[in-house]
């Protein structure tokens, strides 16, 4: 048993949701953890597992049409217990499908409504032309940041939600709006992956902080910058459309 | 008539584009927006017709497979070996293999299929053969969704004349294969055939479904339990992997043969490849072709085929073996890691996002490189060379030196690993400009 205080991150629906990447989110997060001095405790939760006694970081990805359908489901069970750990202030962090289904409703091509758990104040279309490329965004939070996007999902937020950025390169949301991703409190939706924390570790210790600020209190970072981060952002920001 | 004429116009515009330094599909184009039927009327002609080779890994080697194996039993094979996989690129080789009255002189097509160009393909023609490999996740930016990919791999199966050849242990595929089965069952559809793998052998392929598998921890844990296993025998199946041979198991006998392609994926390959040939061969039988389907002449000429440029292609630097491997999707990266072995090479990894490598790199955080650890990474270069060693450093894979520039890249690797075999990983583009730096500096094989 390690001495160094121990965090809960939960990763939902690996199973189903990781079509893209999204295993770099959870190395990332735990590599940022580590680093900064906690002893990260990654529990996997798939459909019909039960959820932890405490969690401290939720995180989550994007997977197929068909998995996704799985997903909601499951998901639609959990509701209130997910509701309430945001209202509680859990910071969590959740790309493409699950970014979807943590808004109210998403409304596939073909017709098919998913109902969401109204997490994040958010509601998505399918939509016939796929949203992919490099995009690089403006967030007053966390600084520039750096992904890739591949979606149908077009996304619109409500009121209660702040857009996460806004996209200097890319689509985002929406073709239209200008906005990419989504905030309410302590959780995040976001369209990029590419994996989304590895290039932005600015994300990574805005989770981190704020889950060691509510489980012990305080919080001081350790984690320096890493030199192939930036050099890794900065070329992926020169790279085209 | 129509055939002279668009032949002669093609071959032409072929030799127009060559005194220019031009592209091979060039010659393709025109015929086609001149003379749209040209690539129907041609391939309709061939007496055993075309036999179609799709799926997301590996198409190319074991197309070659498929011709030499064929071409050693005396037929005449047609195919689009330039790996242009577009109907452009079949209709540039067609006119470049044409007699001058525009006459394909063949008795069989093999050709490679891009999943998505197959769609325009087969509007025009039925293939008699349908070879599917696998649905892996590769080029998401294009596709969207693999559930895109297998659908459209599904079109191609219904338009199957013949025989459909289906890889039995690919979730995906293998339900191709049942749905065909059925269709076959009902009174139309093409014969259905599988390849497979003995159980033994199911956890050294892990498919995408194995990928929330932890890092470290044993792969296929989806796949069949040996002990339960019902299915019935595949028309051909891997039973066993050795160094540079393996063993088939085919009508109940197995058959050990030594062989020239490297990889999992090749080997695992040669039985989808040895199931098409016995398909073809059993027809061109009954049809009178003055050929045999004898096992042992088939494994014979298998045994001699090589990889296909760039997939383990072997070369010599500075008197030393130089391997190129391929690696497009995670899948395809996890084998190439798992089939050489790490020790005792000096290893660089090339990876270029060009349209042709697939935009999105994200797939690279899909890829476990713990093997890498002991033995380091040399040089990491492409493109997306800071992406690859940001993955590595998640992975703590020790990197030599990051160079974006592939030729830079490549003089300092040579340079620092004097006296070592060497090894490249590398994406597609990132393959295609290496090996034109690596022909100015030893004997590289013309494509």
Known sequence: ?241 | MRDFFSAAVGKAVRAAARLRGGGSALPGLVVERLDPGFMARGLARLPLGVIAVSGTNGKTTTTKMIVEMLEAQGLTVFTNKTGSNFSRGVVAAMIGESTAAGKLQADVAVLELDEAHAMFFIERVKPRFTLLLNVLRDQLDRFGEIDTTARYLQRIADATTDVLVVNREDRLIAEIGDRTRERAAAGSGPEVREFGLAPALLSTFPGDDDFHVVPGQAAGDAATDPATDTRGAADVTLLELGKNAATFLIDGEAHSTPLQLEGLYNTYNAAAALVTVRAVLERAVAEGADTSARTTEVLEALSTVRPAFGRGEKLELDGQPLELVLVKNPAGFRLGLASFDAEGVAVMIAVNDQYADGRDMSWLWDVDFETLRAGGVDTVTGTRAWDMALRLEHDDVPVGSVEEDLGAALSSFRAQTQGRPRRIYCTYTAMLGLRKRLSEITDVEEI
């Not at chain 1, 209130?80 to 596939?108: K, S």
């Not at chain 1, 750096?146 to 949301?173: C, D, K, M, W």
């Open chain 1, 1 to 241: 048993m390690s001495d160094k205080p121990e965090l809960v991150i939960v990763s939902l629906y690996p199973r189903d949701m990781n079509i893209y990447g999204d295993r770099g989110n959870i190395l990332s997060l735990t590599r940022r953890a580590s680093a900064h001095g906690y002893e990260p405790r990654v529990i996997d939760l798939n459909v019909g597992d039960e959820l932890p006694e405490h969690i401290d970081i939720v995180i989550g990805g994007g997977g197929q049409d068909s998995g996704q359908a799985r997903v909601a489901a499951d998901l639609a069970g959990r509701a209130g217990q997910f509701r309430e750990l945001a209202d509680a202030g859990t910071p969590m962090l959740v790309i493409c499908g699950l970014y979807q289904l943590f808004g109210h409703r998403f409304v596939t091509a073909s017709g098919a409504t998913l109902e969401g758990i109204g997490v994040l104040d958010v509601e998505t279309r399918g939509g016939a032309e796929r949203m992919i490329g490099n995009v690089v965004v403006e967030s007053a939070d966390f600084g520039e940041i750096i992904g890739y996007e591949n979606h149908s999902g077009f996304t619109v937020l409500g009121e209660a939600s702040e857009p996460l950025g806004r996209v200097t390169q890319g689509a985002g949301n929406n073709p239209d709006d200008g906005t990419e991703g989504a905030r309410t409190g302590n959780v995040i939706g976001s369209y990029l992956h590419g994996s989304l924390l590895p290039k932005n570790p600015a994300i990574s210790d805005f989770l981190i902080e704020t889950a060691a600020l509510r489980r012990y209190g305080s919080f001081e970072p350790v984690a320096s910058v890493d030199p192939t981060v930036e050099r890794a952002r900065a070329s992926a920001k020169r790279r085209p459309r």
